[in-house]
């Protein structure tokens, strides 16, 4: 140990212990714990402060918590797994993973190699599923005034925001790393965070929860741009109204003129919204993006209509004003002077637009972890890392975060993507370099471990996990519901 790492005669016998699990190297005094909370000293002993977490079938018998047991005397059902979850690290990485447990399935021998990834380099992609504008793309991002991200391109009823990453943690202030730190922690923790973007809304967002703009619950997730909705619900129009505007930010609607409309034969009713027209009946940038209307500015859908031509409109003619969620719905009919007078809507249009919000999805918040697992931290799984890349990259290492599956992207080093939802609870943890600890597994058959140069014989069995200490037991995490409670 070197010097500047060696604790002084006097800390020893103060009974202080020196915790080496992150780049930080705490000194911590008896009955404390280190910078991050999750070290401990234990009556001169260095211990992890949370218990390892296991994972269990929910059809298996489930084994309480017990603090500080010394031996394991409950009963595990086939299929538990050891995740990286209170595992401990391989900080600074040339220490084989602290837990590299042997199981048997179907006659094949296995081995998980479980360790905590102390990531720098990490984010969130957050999709939020709303139509409302959020902020423009490329806007900051911010918490309590720091930028910890940005917004990004917008998706199929879904705003996007890209958080963190290495630039927010080391690039700018102090200040902007740890605010950085605490909001992916807290999103990663499926912990509600206030964001606030540059020239857009505030807006809380929670993983499985629905979106709060500007104190709004969003409610729905949108059937479909007003293009799609005319396609969907043209023909239960058809015979109810003269003319159906689906009123979008991106691609709004007109019945008439659509490929839907043209053909029910309906004849064209010349009204003209603003907007440049793509093709017939779909119509861009009818208005600014806001908090109205199917994510425009608008509140008063008449707002939209340029001009209504008196050689092809006429009196009485029938007028649906619609957003791409059903939210907002208007019934208009054209008095004498070609003017569209708001009616009672009748009961077989209302049905259809009800239609519409039965046909969205429930609007939720979706935080995807994602992070760079092709560094340092593969010399715990192997002496020679870039073999355990080629595994992961040839699907025979499979890669998951506190049991859950993690996509891996294509291309070099093995950079993973993982819905946090899917992941036990308080998964996360920091470090305040600052830096996210994550969970993080490889599983694959014990031959090919032993190939790819791992630490083969340091395997253990399952049992013997068992009796190493704190642990606690938790049930596999539903798939993800789309309720959004
Ligand atoms: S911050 Fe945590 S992990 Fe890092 S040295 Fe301190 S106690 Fe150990």
């Not at 005034?145 to 009823?157: I, P």
């Not at 505007?245 to 064209?268: N, Y």
């Not at 092809?312 to 939210?327: D, Q, R």
Request: charged letters at 25%; hydrophobic letters at 40%.
């Amino acid at each position: 140990m070197s010097d500047d790492i060696a604790l002084s005669r006097a800390e020893v016998d103060a009974g202080i212990v020196r915790c080496d699990a992150c780049p930080v190297l705490c000194r911590i005094r008896p009955g404390k714990s280190g910078a991050c909370d999750r070290y401990a000293n234990e009556s001169g002993k260095l211990v992890r402060v949370d218990p390892l977490v296991l994972l269990e079938r929910s059809e298996a018998p489930r084994v309480p918590f017990a603090e500080g047991a010394e031996t394991w005397d409950g009963a595990l059902g086939r299929g538990a797994f050891v995740t990286g979850i209170g595992a401990t690290t391989t900080y600074p990485d040339y220490k084989p993973a602290p837990f590299i447990v042997s199981s048997r399935i179907d006659n094949v021998d296995m081995v998980t190699v479980v360790t905590e990834g102390i990531f720098s380099y990490c984010g969130v992609k957050v999709k939020i599923d709303s139509d409302r504008f959020l902020g423009p793309e490329q806007a900051a991002v911010r918490v309590r005034g720091e930028q910890v991200g940005h917004v990004t391109t917008a998706e199929y009823g879904s705003q996007m925001l890209s958080l963190g990453g290495v630039r927010h943690f080391t690039g700018g202030s102090k200040k902007e790393g740890v605010a950085t730190c605490d909001t992916l922690l807290a999103l990663c923790n499926r912990e509600p965070v206030e964001l606030a973007i540059d020239q857009g809304a505030a807006v809380v967002v929670q993983a499985g929860r629905a979106p709060v703009v500007n104190g709004t619950h969003e409610e729905r997730m949108r059937v479909g741009c007003g293009s799609a909705a005319i396609g969907m619900f043209a023909p239960q129009w058809h015979g109810h109204v003269d003319e159906v505007i689906v009123v979008d930010d991106h691609i709004t609607g007109v019945l008439s003129e659509h490929q839907g409309g043209r053909f029910l034969d309906m004849k064209p009713a010349g009204i003209r919204v603003r907007g440049r027209k793509s093709t017939p009946g779909r119509y861009f940038q009818v208005a600014e993006p806001g908090l109205g209307w199917g994510g425009t500015d608008v509140h008063d859908p008449l707002q939209i209509i340029e001009k209504i031509d008196p050689r092809v409109a006429w009196p009485g003619l029938k007028l649906l004003m619609v957003s791409t969620t059903g939210e907002h719905a208007a019934w208009y009919v054209l008095d004498q002077s070609l003017r569209p007078i708001e009616a009672e809507m009748p009961d077989a249009v209302r049905k259809v637009v009800e239609r519409i919000a039965e046909n969205c999805e429930p609007a939720l918040c979706t935080v995807m972890f994602m992070a760079g697992a092709g560094g340092s931290l593969r010399a715990g799984v192997t002496e020679n890392p870039v073999r355990l890349t080629r595994s992961v990259k040839d699907a025979l290492t499979r890669v998951t975060c506190g049991g859950a599956p993690a996509y891996i992207w294509p291309g070099g080093g093995i950079t993973l993507m993982v819905d946090v939802t899917r992941m036990p609870e308080k998964s996360f943890g920091y470090v305040p370099t600052p830096a996210l600890v994550a969970p993080i597994e490889f599983t694959l058959r014990r031959d090919d471990y032993a190939a790819l140069g791992g630490y083969a014989e340091r395997a253990v069995a399952l049992e013997d996990v068992l009796r190493s200490g704190k642990l606690e037991t938790r049930a596999w995490p539903a798939a993800p519901s789309a309720t959004g409670s």
